[in-house]
């Protein structure tokens, strides 16, 4: 499966994960238009606020953990939660660098990503277990692109930030 798969030791259970091709991060967005988003520069600012979140998305678990003192809203699907950010139900969600980012430029009225990341994600493709054939060969391009200067083109254009540098095990 190639898509925006966030590498994890509970997922590595049900699949195997090349190298990861990305490192993105979890950001809040809140809703400019709010006059409670002044008040928020960073979770930290988010004791007592209402905070909303797709259920069992990374970032949002992730929140929990950093902002255990935040009114903890669960939504179904990601689509609910922005829409209770848009309708002011609640003062920010916690998303991915590059959904955050994305959603801000495509909404600036609705959507503002605001502190610094308070994770750091491994974003890898996913092979169905077992399949080592398949893992050793994306590996391989992985690794032959980045030497070539393939992804840090990509990286920048649709991460919206530089390419981090890679160790070399790609």
């Known amino acids: 499966v190639i898509c925006g798969f966030t590498r994890t030791l509970e997922r590595s259970l049900s699949i195997d994960f090349t190298e990861p091709y990305a490192i993105i991060g979890a950001v809040l967005l809140v809703n400019p238009s709010d006059p409670r988003s002044a008040e928020v520069k960073s979770y930290k600012d988010l004791k007592g606020k209402p905070v909303g979140g797709t259920m069992g998305g990374t970032s949002w678990i992730a929140l929990q953990k950093v902002a255990p003192e935040a009114n903890m809203i669960s939504y179904k699907t990601i689509a609910d939660s922005h829409q209770a950010l848009v309708t002011q139900k609640v003062v920010a969600i916690p998303t991915d660098s590059v959904m955050g980012y994305e959603q801000e430029r495509m909404d600036p009225k609705h959507f503002k990503v605001v502190g610094d990341f308070f994770t ?12 080592q054939m398949w893992l050793n060969w994306l590996n391989l391009f992985l690794h032959q692109n980045q030497i070539e200067g393939k992804i840090a083109p990509l990286y920048e254009k649709w991460f919206k930030s530089p390419a981090p540098k890679f160790t070399g095990r790609y």
């Open 120 to 131: 750091v994600e491994d974003i890898c493709f996913g092979v169905p277990k077992g399949d």
